[in-house]
């Protein structure tokens, strides 16, 4: 099995900046990529930064350029550097681990699993 747990968040001014942490532990080795997702009050949660085990990155339209995701594969960490920060970004933000390890529900294999920490909160105030 395998666990997320995201740290760093908290209280940052417009414009400031901020380093997410998300460590892995677990079967590492079933992990192909990291995620990382928010959720605002009153709103959806949303895909902001995913990087693959490759270190293939993709980012949403709202954070390119401002935030960048990064990992260490010593460590088994990946990290969500976040500049010029905006009321907006206000949310809690999870890490979210996509796995190779088959879902299975009901004896038929649905897709795979994924695994989510319990979130950190960002708070960008007004």
């Known amino acids: 099995q395998v666990q997320v747990v995201e740290s760093g968040g908290g209280l940052v001014q417009p414009g400031g900046s901020l380093r997410l942490s998300c460590a892995a532990s677990?079967?590492?080795?079933?992990?192909?990529?990291i995620r990382w997702y928010r959720q605002a009050p009153g709103k959806q949660r949303e895909l902001v930064a995913r990087?693959?085990?490759?270190?293939?990155?993709e980012y949403a339209d709202s954070v390119k350029g401002r935030f960048t995701i990064s990992r260490d594969n010593a460590k088994n960490m990946v990290y969500l550097r976040m500049d010029r920060l905006k009321v907006e970004d206000t949310a809690v933000y999870y890490c979210?681990?996509?796995?190779?390890?088959?879902?299975?529900?009901?004896?038929?294999?649905?897709?795979?699993?994924?695994?989510w920490g319990q979130g950190t909160l960002v708070t960008v105030p007004s």
């Open positions: 990087i693959t085990n490759t270190g293939t990155t």
């Open positions: 979210n681990a996509e796995t190779s390890e088959p879902l299975v529900l009901a004896g038929l294999e649905v897709g795979y699993l994924e695994v």
């Open positions: 677990g079967t590492i080795s079933i992990i192909n990529a």
